[in-house]
């Protein structure tokens, strides 16, 4: 069994994409091709809220490869809602002290 800690997963992710050269890359990336990688990030990079901290290991990663991070990958747009009247009653009905 191969004894992972963070500077192996950072080295085996950069030899993954150097070698592999991805157009983007995102954590369903590392899980298919650096799947012990993955799992140690997963269970124990984390932040203060419990997810995996993927800021910190991007910003680990060879620079030429930090800007492969989900890149071109397309925001969802928020649509806002537009009937106030509506949304009034939603809010209302919703508020648990009333």
């Known amino acids: 069994m191969i004894k992972m800690n963070f ?3 950072i080295v ?3 030899r993954s994409l150097n070698k592999k050269r991805p157009e983007k890359f995102n954590p369903k990336w590392i ?3 650096c799947k012990i990688s993955h799992h140690f990030i997963v269970n124990n990079i984390k932040t203060l809220s419990g997810d995996p901290d993927w800021d910190l290991v ?4 060879e620079k030429n490869n930090q ?3 989900m890149r071109k990958i397309k925001k969802r747009e928020i649509k806002e809602y537009e009937d106030k009247e ?5 809010l209302k009905t919703s508020d ?3």
């Open 7 to 9: 500077e192996k997963a």
């Open 96 to 98: 648990p002290i009333n």
């Open 67 to 69: 800007k492969l991070w």
């Open 31 to 33: 899980k298919n091709r």
């Open 12 to 14: 085996n992710i950069n």
């Open 86 to 90: 509506e949304l009034n009653v939603i």
């Open 58 to 61: 991007v910003s680990n990663l």
